[in-house]
């Protein structure tokens, strides 16, 4: 089956700095890929995503790249801020819609 | 965004009892809802893929026996969890799959919080 590995774990970034998270899948057949943010003891949101035919996507602060060939994706916060705190997954997704999560990154971002 | 409920919110139960998880999509129909456990400060564990009119997929070392799923409608879903022992406490988090020509997007639920005493 799929095998998603996301790093790093924890990430601390000053206010106005640029985050960066990495993750790696093993099944060539995946072709969707969601970034989600979990804040403490709510739901996961989505707040990005990338279909395989595209090698990158933004939306104001937030982008998204993908390499098919090395079978890695990641998600770039620009400018960060404090509410910018929070857990992040990405997650790898096949056709039949069943996605497989990475571990999370706990993002925070200092005042 | 599509919007997903969850009922209850919290649970405590007394071991051996059996606990009704109920995963509603509010404004859209889902053919596919996904069942998740989450252990704090983890991450989500796929249990099993519900399908509305079919039987559950379960993953690879989930008790299908103990986590009863039923997708009787278009827009609810039921997770039971049987004989429920402490082991069992954790947070359960449902999503719903909404599928277009562009995206395959999961809307999760707010989560329900087990605990059994």
Redesign the interface.
């Known amino acids: 089956g799929e095998n998603v590995e996301q790093h790093p774990s924890t990430l601390s970034v000053q206010e106005g700095d640029s985050a960066v998270i990495k993750c790696t899948y093993s099944d060539s057949a995946s072709n969707y890929f969601p970034w989600y943010k979990q804040e403490l003891g709510k739901r996961p949101q989505l707040i990005i995503d990338i279909r395989s035919n595209v090698g990158e996507k933004k939306d104001q602060r937030i982008a998204v790249t993908l390499n098919k060939t090395a079978k890695h994706f990641s998600l770039h916060i620009t400018e960060t801020q404090p509410e910018d705190s929070a857990v992040y997954f990405c997650a790898a997704s096949n056709g039949a819609g069943k996605s497989t999560f990475g571990d999370g990154t706990t993002l925070t971002v200092k005042p | 965004?599509a919007v997903v409920s969850q009922h209850p919110s919290r649970v405590i139960c007394k071991s051996g009892t059996s606990v009704k998880i109920e995963c509603r999509s509010l404004d859209f129909q889902a053919t596919?809802m996904?069942w998740y456990r989450q252990f704090p400060?983890?991450?989500?564990m796929?249990m099993a893929?519900s399908n509305e009119g079919s039987k559950a997929t379960y993953e690879q070392g989930v008790e299908k026996d103990k986590f009863l799923i039923n997708h009787a409608s278009l827009t609810l879903s039921t997770l039971t969890v049987t004989s429920a022992h402490p082991e069992d406490s954790s947070f359960y988090?449902c999503s719903a799959?909404v599928?277009t020509r562009?995206?395959?997007?999961?809307?999760?639920?707010?989560?329900t919080r087990l605990t059994v005493l």
């Open positions: 965004g596919t996904f400060k983890q991450s989500l796929l893929t988090i799959r599928l562009i995206t395959d997007t999961q809307y999760f639920g707010p989560g």
